[in-house]
């Protein structure tokens, strides 16, 4: 049996069939921070790739008027602005773009003492619940946006570029997981990969600048009454950027695992440092069939 037969889900037979393929459609995935936005943009503005964000999606089709409203709770706390806004003469929208996700991370929040930003951790989890279920039916368009891509604005080339919590909504171990089995078959799954060293510099990274994260439910109930009892607060003194510092490394670790079970079901893995190598199309469309070739062809130079 051959290195391809063991990979069913592996759609182009070697590099070179990848690299003549006139339709190219891939799934990047990998932890945020990685690349995955920084290859789409590359291959976006080319000209001949159609760029499908997941998390652009999740935070205006799914999630925008959940966005919104909290938006103008905010300001109905501002007697001028909650005067304007009952009688509609003005109108409060989010900004958000491919490049700024802030509008949905402000929104996802973090616990904790709320005269430091905190919400309430019920009202934390309730807003998860809500951002997982938008990542998986902005996972499920996936395909229709790539018909679309290609009957609208006839694109042969279309990458989707996945939310770092990707791996929080599938089951890694299962290929017929209904979130990505289908959508595996027919795209080519690529992870980017991190070093020890591009995981502590995202951690080091995140500690300067912490964002909301999504975590399971029975992982963030963990995770939530550890760091209460390890730092002997309530919930409503919490401090919400230092819980979500202290939790992110612990986050990590929970996922690696996991993208690792992923990647060797499905598709091909490339590291950050490819990545960052990458200026043109060209250097991602070779560093992609060096991956595949590495798969089908074990035994030649580099594999």
């Not at 503005?45 to 909290?70: C, L, P, Q």
């Not at 995140?206 to 760091?227: S, V």
Request: net charge negative; hydrophobic share 35%.
């Amino acid at each position: 049996m051959s290195n391809l037969d063991q990979r069913p889900h592996l759609i182009h037979a070697s590099g070179d069939a990848w690299r003549s393929a006139r339709r190219k459609q891939i799934v990047i995935y990998g932890m945020s921070g990685l690349g995955k936005t920084h290859i789409s943009n590359i291959l976006r503005k080319s000209g001949a790739w159609f760029h499908y964000s997941v998390d652009y999606r999740i935070g205006t089709r799914y999630m925008g008027e959940y966005i919104v409203d909290n938006f103008k709770k905010k300001a109905m706390k501002v007697p001028f602005l909650a005067e304007l806004l009952r009688s509609d003469s003005i109108d409060i929208s989010s900004n958000i773009r491919f490049d700024n996700l802030e509008p949905l991370s402000t929104y996802i929040g973090k616990p904790g003492d709320p005269a430091k930003g905190g919400i309430p951790f019920d009202e934390f989890m309730i807003r998860q619940g809500q951002h997982l279920q938008a990542e998986i039916d902005a996972m499920g368009e996936t395909e229709h946006f790539s018909r679309r891509a290609k009957d609208i604005y006839d694109y042969d080339c279309f990458i989707c570029d996945t939310s770092g919590s990707l791996i929080e909504v599938v089951d890694p171990h299962d290929t017929e997981d209904p979130v990505i089995s289908k959508l595996f078959r027919v795209m080519l799954p690529v992870w980017i990969k991190g070093s020890d060293t591009h995981i502590q510099m995202l951690i080091d990274r995140f500690c300067r600048d912490p964002k909301p994260m999504y975590y399971q439910p029975d992982f963030a109930r963990a995770l939530w009454d550890e760091f209460l009892a390890m730092e002997r607060c309530s919930p409503e003194t919490a401090d919400p950027d230092q819980f979500i510092r202290w939790g992110y490394e612990r986050l990590l670790a929970y996922r690696i695992p996991k993208y690792t079970a992923l990647a060797e079901n499905w598709g091909v893995t490339i590291t950050a440092d490819d990545v960052s190598r990458v200026r043109h199309t060209d250097d991602f469309v070779d560093i992609i069939a060096d991956a595949i070739d590495r798969l089908v062809q074990p035994g030649r130079p580099g594999a």
